[in-house]
């Protein structure tokens, strides 16, 4: 069966730690992998990953993926209280293009 | 442009009633998608509609049926409501099946149905 796991679920850090994200994923058809930010209600886009060892950057977020060991970590530099949120990994499958979530983590950034 | 739309926002519901959501996709997609978050978990995949033709269901009840529209809206239907199937209701469009990357998924802001 299909699978992606998160960790760790939840976290609580303050204003200017450096927090690091893990999805492992077990998915037979693997095209790409998402990561998505969700405030309230619609994930929101950060980033698509396709190749191995090329890191997206964009701001204070970065992200990298490492289809050997079947996973990619979301790294958040310098976090500010407006990062707290859940974030989300999602593996595409290749032959239906559907998303296949993991659990989330919480974030909360203390000031 | 106006983003994926969801509508309502929010719906309470007794026990056995049927619910219909509804999802108007980004101008120019043709394929809409739609996930049910319960709380505390990451979204879980339903249904895939792509011009109007049903490509991909994910093993919940007959109770939840969905359709797409010549204009590629789309509705999901749920009858005889569980305590359950309180979630939020997400839904996704893309311009094909299977597109990836920045505008290959954008989510609506959901539909948040409690079942009393």
């Known amino acids: 069966e299909d699978k992606v796991v998160q960790s760790p679920l939840s976290l609580v850090v303050h204003e200017g730690d450096t927090v690091t994200l893990n999805c492992s994923y077990e998915v037979t058809n693997f095209r790409s992998l998402l990561w998505y930010k969700q405030e309230k209600k619609a994930p929101t886009f950060l980033f698509m990953l396709?190749?191995?060892?090329i890191e997206k950057k964009s701001g204070r977020l970065s992200s990298i993926l490492d289809k050997k060991e079947l996973f990619s970590i979301l790294n958040i530099t310098a976090t500010q209280t407006g990062d707290s949120a859940i974030y989300l990994c999602a593996v595409v499958t290749s032959n239906t293009g559907k998303l296949i979530f993991g659990q989330g983590t919480t974030l909360q950034v203390k000031p | 442009d106006a983003g994926v739309t969801q509508s309502p926002t929010h719906l309470i519901k007794t026990r056995g009633q049927q619910v219909t959501l509804r999802c108007s996709p980004i101008?120019?997609?043709?394929?809409v998608s739609w996930y049910q978050q319960v709380l505390g978990q990451g979204p879980q995949f339903i249904f895939q509609?792509?011009?109007?033709?049903?490509?991909g269901r994910e093993n919940f009840p007959d109770r939840f049926s969905a359709r797409q529209f010549p204009n590629y809206s789309s509705e999901l239907n749920v009858n005889a409501l569980l305590l359950g199937d309180s979630a939020l209701y997400l839904c996704?469009?893309?311009?094909?099946?299977?597109?990836?990357?920045?505008?290959?998924?954008?989510f609506g802001s959901g539909t948040r149905l409690t079942v009393v």
């Open positions: 396709t190749s191995s060892g």
């Open positions: 101008s120019g997609h043709k394929s």
């Open positions: 996704a469009s893309s311009r094909e099946v299977g597109t990836t990357g920045r505008e290959g998924y954008t």
């Open positions: 509609y792509y011009e109007k033709e049903e490509r």
